[in-house]
């Protein structure tokens, strides 16, 4: 059987990783009316309106209610969580829902500190190279300064020449990847990701020098789940092990 990941966060911590993640992606706004009613004892709700960025909040017993999207609505709620008092058991119930994984109140060893593990799920990932995340996500402007210096040592010109550059507001010099050597535009594909044919699959040609961004991805099951990632699901592994 293989053992599941776990890691052990305090509440402090727990409460900066939701934090963050609410601020990573769009309005989850069904997640955030789940929570809203939770940490209100059902006093707030949350009424989401069909194709639209926001929500409505309302109070119970209060005809009056407040219309907020995007960050505004983000804002709000992140405003909630640092306001409520939490328990470990509040926090584990509330990271479950976040990180869609099981989360429980727990104790951790070394400091006796009160907090929530929450398993990551991680040991059910497995890429299948179906080639999504090199060809749908916005990695561009990712590439690290220790990636290009990585190639820079290696003499790797055949990616260097893929890298462009440009001037931060701080004047300093910063990488943008992939970058047509003829045109000096975005590449459409990463000009590193080839396609196998006869194993319906899609590789790497630098892979073991790939940048840091595509070696870390998916840096959590939910990370996965929410960029359209399918090594997290049954089928996609059990075509890996073909
Ligand atoms: S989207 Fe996921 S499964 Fe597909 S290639 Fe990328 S990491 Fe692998
Ligand atoms: S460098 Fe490799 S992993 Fe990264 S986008 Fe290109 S093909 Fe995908």
């Given at each position: 059987m293989v053992s599941k990941e776990s890691i052990f966060l305090s509440i402090d911590q727990a409460l900066e990783a939701v934090s963050a993640d609410f601020q990573q992606y769009e309005p989850q706004i069904l997640l955030f009316a789940e929570i809203i009613r939770l940490i209100s004892g059902g006093n707030i709700f949350l009424k989401k309106e069909t194709q639209k960025n926001g929500a409505w909040i309302g109070k119970v017993g209060q005809r009056k209610m407040q219309w907020l999207d995007g960050p505004d609505l983000v804002t709000y709620i992140c405003n909630m969580i640092v306001a409520t008092d939490w328990n470990p058991e509040l926090m584990a119930s509330i990271c479950s829902r976040v990180f869609r994984t099981h989360a429980f109140p727990d104790v951790d060893?070394?400091?006796?500190q009160a907090g929530v593990r929450i398993?990551?799920?991680?040991?059910t990932y497995c890429c299948c190279q179906c080639g999504q995340c090199c060809q749908?996500?916005?990695?561009?402007?990712?590439?690290t300064v220790k990636d290009v210096e990585r190639w820079q040592r290696l003499g790797r010109t055949d990616i260097l020449k893929w890298v462009g550059t440009h001037k931060k507001g701080n004047g300093r010099t910063a990488y943008r990847i992939w970058?047509?050597?003829?045109?000096k535009e975005l590449a459409e594909?990463?000009?590193f990701l080839q396609k196998n044919s006869s194993k319906n699959i899609w590789v790497c040609n630098i892979h073991d020098v790939k940048p840091a961004i595509c070696r870390q991805y998916p840096v959590s099951r939910k990370h996965g789940l929410m960029t359209g990632?399918?090594?997290?699901n049954a089928q996609c592994r059990k075509s890996r092990k073909k």
């Open positions: 060893s070394a400091s006796g398993e990551t799920g991680m040991e749908a996500l916005e990695y561009h402007d990712q590439v970058i047509r050597p003829d045109t594909t990463c000009p990632c399918p090594g997290f």
